[in-house]
T-cell receptor, first 109, second 116 residues
C-alpha cells in the first residue's frame, strides 16, 4: 500500500494570508486527487492531476503535481474563513483511493 | 443534484447491538465504499463493492459485514457493536474505468456512530 504523507498536519492562519500544504508519496502516483472536507460533511473532490509538472488553478487554489509524480502541493492565496476544512490528498490505483491523513486548516477572521 | 445519502447523521448504540448503516446513491455508480474516519488515522477502507451482490474486504473489515442487494444501496453491518467502533462512517460511490479517477468519489455526509 502506497504511503501518503501530508504536511503540515494542522495549520491555523489569519484571513488574507497565503499558505501551502503538501502531499508526498513513497512511490510514483498514477494520478492524484485533492479533496476538501468541511466539518460535519463528507469530502468533496477539488481536482485531479495526472501529468508530472501539471499545474491546475481553481479560483484562489493552485494545485501542482511534481515532475516525478511523487509529490503534490496545494497553494491557497488570500485565504478566507470559508476555506476552513480538512484537505485530503489521495492516490488513485485501480478502483481504490488511498488517502493521506489530511491537513486541518483553520482560517481565522 | 446527484448525491450519496446516508440514512442517519448521528447514531448512539449500546455495546453488543447489531447496527445497520444504510447508504443510497442515485448516480447509477457501479462502485460503492465504506470508510471510517478517526482523528490521527485518516480514512480507512472497511469494505467495497464493484457490483450487486459482490463485496471485497478493505483494510479493516474485522467486526463488519456488508450487503449489496441492489445497485443503488450498500449497507454496512456491525454484527456486535463495540466501543472501539465509535467513529465517523463515510459511504462513497464511483463509476468504473477512467471515470473513477477523473470524477473521483462522491461521498455521503457521514454517520457519526457512538457505541456506549
Amino acid at each position: 500500500t502506497q504511503l501518503l504523507e501530508q504536511s503540515p498536519q494542522f495549520l491555523s492562519i489569519q484571513e488574507g494570508e497565503n499558505l501551502t500544504v503538501y502531499c508526498n508519496s513513497s512511490s510514483v502516483f498514477s494520478s492524484l486527487q485533492w479533496y476538501r472536507q468541511e466539518p460535519g460533511e463528507g469530502p468533496v473532490l477539488l481536482v485531479t492531476v495526472v501529468t508530472g509538472g501539471e499545474v491546475k488553478k481553481l479560483k484562489r487554489l493552485t494545485f501542482q503535481f511534481g515532475d516525478a509524480r511523487k509529490d503534490s502541493s496545494l497553494h491557497i492565496t488570500a485565504a478566507q474563513p470559508g476555506d476552513t476544512g480538512l484537505y485530503l490528498c489521495c492516490e488513485t490505483s485501480g478502483s481504490r483511493l488511498t488517502f493521506g491523513e489530511g491537513t486541518q486548516l483553520t482560517v481565522n477572521p | 443534484d446527484v448525491k450519496v445519502t446516508q440514512s442517519s447523521r448521528y447514531l448512539v448504540k449500546r455495546t453488543g447491538e447489531k447496527v445497520f448503516l444504510e447508504c443510497v446513491q442515485d448516480m447509477d455508480h457501479e462502485n460503492m465504499f465504506w470508510y471510517r474516519q478517526d482523528p490521527g488515522l485518516g480514512l480507512r477502507l472497511i469494505y467495497f463493492s464493484y457490483d450487486v451482490k459482490m463485496k471485497e474486504k478493505g483494510d479493516i473489515p474485522e467486526g463488519y459485514s456488508v450487503s449489496r442487494e441492489k445497485k443503488e444501496r450498500f449497507s454496512l453491518i456491525l454484527e456486535s457493536a463495540s466501543t472501539n467502533q465509535t467513529s465517523m462512517y463515510l459511504c462513497a460511490s464511483s463509476t468504473f474505468g477512467a471515470g473513477h479517477w477523473i470524477y473521483g468519489y462522491t461521498f455521503g455526509s457521514g454517520t457519526r456512530l457512538t457505541v456506549v
